[in-house]
């Protein structure tokens, strides 16, 4: 099945720990995409790619940090510097182009105690 | 990209059809009106997405005002399994570009008995 596969789906990690979640496409898409979902609101961007070995940030980026090494791999890096890591983070992947639609993921939920 | 505004929440009886709005006042020519939704603890699921005609899938129907500045998603027939946050988003369509999306806090459908 063609699709985005983030895991894991819930994640625990002590404050102060770095933790790196995956999110893995093979729709073949060249630009990728992390947002951030807190209760009761929209997503926010944190980074986005739109090609390998480059990546921009979104409007919440400090605290966080990508790779993109492969076209169908897209990892976000939580810092101990993001100061309230808890949260919905999703991934998610597109063509570029005019009027093009992105697809998401199923979302890791992380929990920093 | 231009702001959207959508009412807080809806409810819909199940086998109605639901019609949700969006004002989106500041659109400029080039910008696309999209719709995804997401259902609790899930990955948004894209719906449809126009320019300037209306829009119809096997999904929904999108009706675009003829000054563009405000549609329409509907359901034509709304079952329980269509209970979710529903995002009207407005993006600019440019070749060559991410397509990066500003998720507001959307409409909250009930769909009842």
């Known amino acids: 099945d063609g699709g985005i596969t983030q895991s894991p789906k819930y994640l625990f990690r002590k404050e102060g720990q770095n933790v790196t979640l995956s999110c893995e496409q093979n729709?073949?898409?060249?630009?990728m995409y992390w947002y951030r979902q807190d209760p009761g609101q929209g997503l926010r961007l944190i980074y986005y790619?739109?090609?390998?070995?480059?990546?921009q940030k979104g409007d919440i980026a400090e605290g966080y940090s990508v790779s993109r090494e492969k076209k169908e791999s897209f990892p976000l890096t939580v810092t101990s510097a993001q100061k309230n890591p808890t949260a919905f983070y999703l991934c998610?992947?597109?063509?570029?182009?005019?009027?093009?639609?992105?697809?998401f993921g199923q979302g890791t939920r992380l929990t920093v105690v | 990209d231009a702001k959207t505004t959508q009412p807080p929440s809806m409810d819909c009886a199940e086998g109605r059809a639901a019609n949700l709005p969006c004002n989106h006042s500041?659109?400029?020519?080039?910008?696309?009106v999209y719709w995804y939704r997401q259902i609790h603890s899930q990955g948004p699921q894209y719906i449809i997405h126009?320019?300037?005609n209306n829009e119809t899938n096997e999904m929904a129907s999108l009706i675009i005002t003829e000054d563009r500045k405000s549609s329409t998603l509907i359901l034509p027939h709304a079952t329980l399994r269509d209970t979710a946050v529903y995002y009207c988003?407005?993006?600019?369509?440019?070749?060559?570009?991410?397509?990066?999306?500003?998720f507001g806090t959307g409409t909250r459908l009930q769909v009842t008995l």
């Open positions: 998610a992947s597109s063509i570029v182009g005019v009027g093009t639609e992105a697809f």
């Open positions: 729709l073949n898409h060249d630009a």
């Open positions: 790619s739109q090609i390998v070995n480059d990546f």
């Open positions: 500041t659109i400029s020519g080039n910008e696309y």
């Open positions: 126009g320019l300037k």
């Open positions: 988003i407005v993006r600019v369509g440019i070749t060559g570009t991410a397509s990066k999306l500003t």
